[in-house]
Structure formats: structure tokens, C-alpha cells
């Protein structure tokens, strides 16, 4: 009798062991499952801010581009109350606007591919991923700069026709 107690302990513990190994096999699957969710919502949070980050980039570069239209006319008023419209200077501060607005598109479309999302990145590295959003990152801030750096031009050259219009309107007067 004590034979077949040990065969049956024997094959309780086989039976038991066998069931130990089945279950540590689906928690490893489980918890694999769990890591790629992660690493999924990881990669998807990823690229949810880089594409806001080249759609702000879009945004910026708008406002600056439209900025960019308002102090070329701004420029070319300035330079009709100062008796000097169609002369080179003018031609140049016009240029010199024109160039920063051709920087600021580049800049733009470096975003554009971004900005609608991109499923591709899906497959790579979350450091991928992330070293974009970084470039993105640096490329708005770039945009952004060279947008105040638009307004404060059209703010000063706006304060000098200001100043014209006054004069003018008291020249009227007299």
C-alpha cells in the first residue's frame, strides 16, 4: 500500500508540476501581452505629439508668413510718405523679408509629413519617434522666433508710418 501512495504522491506531484508549468507559460504570455499593449500606447502617444507639435509648427509658420505679407506692405507705405517708393531700398527690405519668409517655409515642410500623422513610425522605435518629435520640437521653436521677429519689425516700421500719417494730417490742416 505505501507503493501506491507513492505513486500516486508521484503523480500528484507530476500532475501538479505540469499544471505549474502551464500556468507560469500563460502568465509569461500575459505579460508579454501586457508589455507590447504599453509599448503600443507608448508609440502611439509618441507620434499623437509629434503630429501636434508639426501641426503647431504649420500654424506658426502661417501666422508668420501672413505677418510677413503685412510688413511688405507695411515697407512699401513707409516708403511712399518718404517720397522714396520704387527705389532700391526698398527693393531691399522687401528681399530681406522675402528671405525669412522662404526660411520659414522650409522649416514648414520639414513638419507637413508629420503633421497628418505617421502610421509608418508605428513600426519603428519609440526613439525614433521621439528623436523627431525633438527636431520638431527645435523647429518650431525656430519658427516661432523668426515669427516675433517679424512682428517686431512690422510693429517698428508701423510705429514710423504712424508717425508719417500724423504729419501728414497736420500738413492737411494748415
Known amino acids: 500500500m505505501s507503493d501506491s501512495v507513492a505513486i500516486m504522491s508521484t503523480i500528484a506531484a507530476v500532475v501538479s508540476a505540469i499544471g505549474g508549468a502551464v500556468a507560469a507559460f500563460r502568465s509569461a504570455g500575459s505579460a508579454q501581452s501586457a508589455q507590447d499593449a504599453a509599448q503600443t500606447s507608448e508609440k502611439r502617444a509618441a507620434l499623437r505629439q509629434l ?43 522687401i528681399d530681406e523679408v522675402d528671405k525669412k519668409l522662404i526660411e520659414v517655409e522650409n522649416m514648414s515642410q520639414r513638419a507637413k509629413p508629420f503633421a497628418s500623422g505617421q502610421d509608418s513610425l508605428m513600426n519603428g522605435p519609440v526613439d525614433e519617434i521621439n528623436s523627431r518629435e525633438i527636431t520638431m520640437s527645435q523647429v518650431l521653436t525656430m519658427v516661432r522666433a523668426r515669427r516675433e521677429d517679424l512682428e517686431r519689425e512690422h510693429a517698428s516700421v508701423e510705429a514710423q508710418n504712424k508717425i508719417y500719417r500724423e504729419q501728414a494730417i497736420q500738413s492737411v490742416r494748415r
Do not use: D, P
Open 51 to 93: 503630429s501636434v507639435t508639426a501641426s503647431e509648427v504649420l500654424v506658426e509658420a502661417g501666422r508668420a508668413s501672413s505677418r510677413g505679407a503685412e510688413l511688405k506692405s507695411a515697407y512699401q507705405i513707409l516708403f511712399t510718405f518718404a517720397n522714396r517708393s520704387g527705389g532700391s531700398h526698398l527693393g531691399m527690405y
